[in-house]
């Protein structure tokens, strides 16, 4: 007989609630296959894009940071179903952090599933009361007088950040701006720099 592993807790309770779910009809399993292709599909060069095309196009970017959730069906990714996107801008001035201090809300249609450190109680935690010490173990240093603002993702919003386009930039294309931005960035642990160009040539 093979032993069998014990499921964790939250399994256990996942399924359960899941069945009971379809039991009344709520939800049925087409449409939880549906929801995990949807997920499966957000990646962050989507994000990516749309951060470069608001660099590049300023009706673009006035409509990101308008409805993040309009921005990203119009480039052609699917939001039926999750909760609004909103897009927060970064200035010489001000840097967003984006956490979910409750568990791992995060814009998955548009920058993919969530890295294991963002489901982390170390950074769901610290990010809120040291957010300058999290940044720099990313190896992320501001210039000095940025104001720093975290923003809790919930199950009600989704956020992600509009980085400042980084110097040396200038007369990029979109394609060239798109592969220097990390799902890092979007998130605002780390900052795009042309630099990046560089190391990936
Ligand atoms: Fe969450």
């Not at 294991?116 to 610290?126: D, L, M, Q, T």
């Not at 199950?155 to 990029?172: F, I, K, N, Q, S």
């Amino acid at each position: 007989m093979s032993a069998k592993l014990p499921l964790p807790e939250s399994v256990e309770l996942l399924e359960k609630f899941v069945t009971a779910l379809q039991r009344r009809g709520v939800l049925t399993e087409a449409d939880i296959e549906r929801r995990k292709a949807l997920t499966d599909e957000g990646n962050p060069a989507t994000g990516a894009r749309m951060i470069a095309r608001a660099w590049l196009d300023p009706d673009g970017r006035a409509l990101m940071l308008r409805d993040g959730t309009a921005a990203a069906e119009a480039m052609g990714v699917s939001m039926a179903g999750a909760p609004p996107l909103g897009v927060l801008e970064n200035t010489p001035e001000l840097h967003h952090l984006i956490v979910c201090t409750l568990c791992s809300c995060y814009p998955r249609a548009v920058i993919g599933y969530p890295p294991h450190w963002y489901k982390s109680f170390a950074y769901r935690s610290r990010a809120v009361r040291e957010p300058r010490a999290v940044l720099a173990e990313f190896g992320t240093a501001l210039p000095e007088g940025v104001r720093v603002r975290v923003v809790d993702s919930t199950a009600d919003y989704r956020w992600m950040v509009l980085p400042l386009r980084p110097p040396g930039t200038e007369g990029w294309s979109e394609d060239e701006l798109t592969a220097i931005i990390t799902r890092d960035d979007m998130v605002g642990v780390s900052l795009p720099s042309a630099e990046r160009r560089q190391q990936a040539a």
